[in-house]
């Protein structure tokens, strides 16, 4: 068993069919690791649904050599200048060719560094491949869209009922390996909440083992607290809604939102 603490890396799936997703995307995805060859891909969609961890997968199954570039750190133009050109001009140690990952490619200027990474892709294409993985797929210029094959990791209403039925028992499996006392209507709750980024997911799960266990009681908090603003929100207490508010200003919209919609239900 991994040494590494946090669950999402400890528990991070090293092959495609152990990562949850969408059938249409897994098979595809599973072909590419039989076919054994690579191209050059853009995953896209929300946080947490998997895009790193599948790209990641791939070159594992396949034994490539492979870097990992975060865009939101690392994208300016001096990166491609050194860190890929150095990397992908090198022969890899394994034989035949090397992957860039591009995490969160989105992040990467449009004007600078994305038309210098079109010229990479083809300069470098015997012996390189590019993964990119992004949130908003808009925001990869048209040039990067035409090199690559984008694949959509955004899951439909259809497919989210058995992705949930999924996480939940993988869920329950961590907790049964880390000793952690759970209810399965909680974990069930805690899925409904963050669905479909399952990072969020796994990370409030460990938050929520350390307090204590996964249990009923382990949301009564945050459960009365979105009772309570849906309450000014129905009276149009404007003036608790500011003071609610400030009181939780840690929560994420996001969260806040799915709370008020709950209960409009």
Not at 22 to 43: A, H, Q, S, W, Y
Not at 66 to 73: A, F, H, K, T, V
Request: glycine share 6%.
């Amino acid at each position: 068993m991994s040494q590494e603490f946090l669950f999402v890396e400890k528990y991070r799936p090293q092959q495609i069919e152990d990562i949850i997703l969408p059938d249409r995307l897994k098979n595809v995805l599973t072909k590419v690791v039989i076919g054994g060859e690579v191209p050059n891909m853009i995953f896209s969609g929300g946080p947490g649904l998997g895009k790193t961890t599948a790209a990641k997968a791939i070159c594992n199954e396949l034994d490539i050599d492979y870097m990992l570039i975060n865009g939101s750190e690392e994208g300016n133009i001096d990166t491609l200048r050194t860190k890929i050109r150095q990397f992908a001009s090198s022969i890899s140690l394994q034989g035949g060719y090397k992957v860039v990952i591009l995490d969160e490619a989105d992040y990467l200027n449009a004007q600078s560094t994305q038309p210098a990474l079109r010229g990479f892709i083809e300069e470098f294409s015997d012996n390189c491949r590019f993964i990119l993985t992004c949130n908003f797929k808009h925001k990869i210029i048209e040039p990067l869209h035409s090199r690559c094959i984008v694949y959509d990791f955004n899951p439909t209403k259809k497919d989210l009922a058995g992705l949930c039925g999924l996480f939940l028992k993988r869920l329950e499996t961590i907790c049964i390996a880390e000793g952690i006392e759970y209810e399965q209507k909680t974990l069930a709750d805690i899925i409904k909440r963050h669905l479909p980024d399952w990072r969020r997911v796994l990370n409030e799960v460990q938050n929520n083992a350390i307090s204590g266990g996964i249990t009923s009681d382990t949301l009564i908090i945050e459960e009365s607290s979105y009772e309570e603003l849906f309450t000014f929100l129905k009276a149009s207490d404007f003036k608790n809604m500011r003071k609610w508010e400030a009181n939780h200003v840690d929560l994420e919209a996001t969260a806040i939102i799915r709370g008020i919609y709950d209960r409009m239900n």
